[in-house]
């Protein structure tokens, strides 16, 4: 991610703005029990994916299921997350290259195989390409962006749809950087996202059936966000919102686009405003009603 000072400022759609996890989110929470849920994470390795497995574990999910490419990291990952899960809930990693298609669908199928149906998917792995100015970027690192940030989600919702539950969740970890004004230096990261950002939109318009939340998932201390001196949120924050999004009282935010520094009661109280209003919480030419 860019530096904070290449970035334009931080504008909250609710008046309270957190950096670590409100009770409101907490995973112990009775109504954002993930009891019976199976729950997978791409990119639960390391960094936010590891948090967000974490929470769903502490949620009392019935399976939480990790994807990576590095065996290492998952294995890692998986004896923490079981260390803190209750002693009912399955935790399982599944090595694959989500670049590849083949991989994805035996990873997915494995998990179906032994837990049973999907009911929430986190899309969480990703890639920040270097730095660099459109002018002289290299095309092939610049499509580099498109392989692991737009094929990878491509292929895990895909064989996610086929293996779903009924009421299926689908959060989709995106950037603010698909929706701000252009950060210098930052194209081949905020495009490669944009894209992904449309088409998982596309992906909720042609499957009703799925819940698809899109999230900011704060500004963490990880290997992804980079300058992880000046990162201020912690990595349990978008763990527990997850959580939350993917809980009965989230059912108001289908479709729409959140950040997980706002205040979940205040947008509660929003509720009917925020799901009547196609424009609120969504990316759109702003100024046109279509």
């Not at 035996?106 to 270097?130: C, F, M, R």
């Not at 009924?166 to 970890?173: E, G, T, Y």
Request: charged share 20%; aromatic share 8%.
């Amino acid at each position: 991610m860019a530096a904070k000072d290449e970035m334009p400022a931080f504008v909250s759609f609710t008046k309270k703005w957190h950096s670590e996890p409100s009770p409101s989110i907490s995973p112990e929470r009775p109504e954002l029990s993930a009891k019976g849920k199976n729950v997978v994470v791409t990119g639960g390795g390391t960094g936010i994916g590891k948090a967000i497995a974490t929470a769903f574990a502490q949620a009392g999910a019935k399976s939480v299921s990790i994807l990576g490419r590095r065996v290492d990291k998952l294995k890692e990952s998986a004896a923490a997350i079981t260390a803190l899960a209750p002693k009912e809930t399955q935790i399982l990693y599944k090595q694959a290259d989500l670049q590849n298609r083949a991989q994805v669908d035996e990873a997915l199928k494995s998990i179906a195989d032994q837990v049973g149906k999907i009911d929430v998917l986190v899309s969480n792995a990703g890639y920040l390409p270097p730095p660099g100015a459109l002018a002289t970027y290299d095309i092939e690192t610049f499509m580099s962006g498109f392989e692991l940030n737009v094929r990878t989600a491509f292929n895990v919702i895909q064989a996610f749809i086929k293996l779903a539950a009924p009421d299926p969740v689908l959060i989709n970890i995106s950037t603010a950087m698909a929706h701000f004004e252009p950060a210098p230096g930052m194209s081949a990261y905020t495009v490669s996202k944009a894209a992904n950002l449309k088409m998982v939109d596309s992906f909720a318009k042609e499957n009703p059936q799925l819940h698809v939340v899109s999230i900011q998932p704060a500004w963490t201390p990880t290997d992804l966000n980079g300058h992880q001196e000046e990162a201020p949120d912690k990595v349990e924050l978008p763990g527990h919102f997850c959580v939350w999004l993917a809980s009965p009282e989230a059912k108001f935010l289908k479709s729409k686009f959140v950040w997980a520094n706002w205040d979940v009661d205040e947008l509660k109280a929003r509720a009917e405003e925020i799901q009547n209003n196609k424009f609120l919480l969504a990316v759109h030419l702003d100024g046109i009603d279509m």
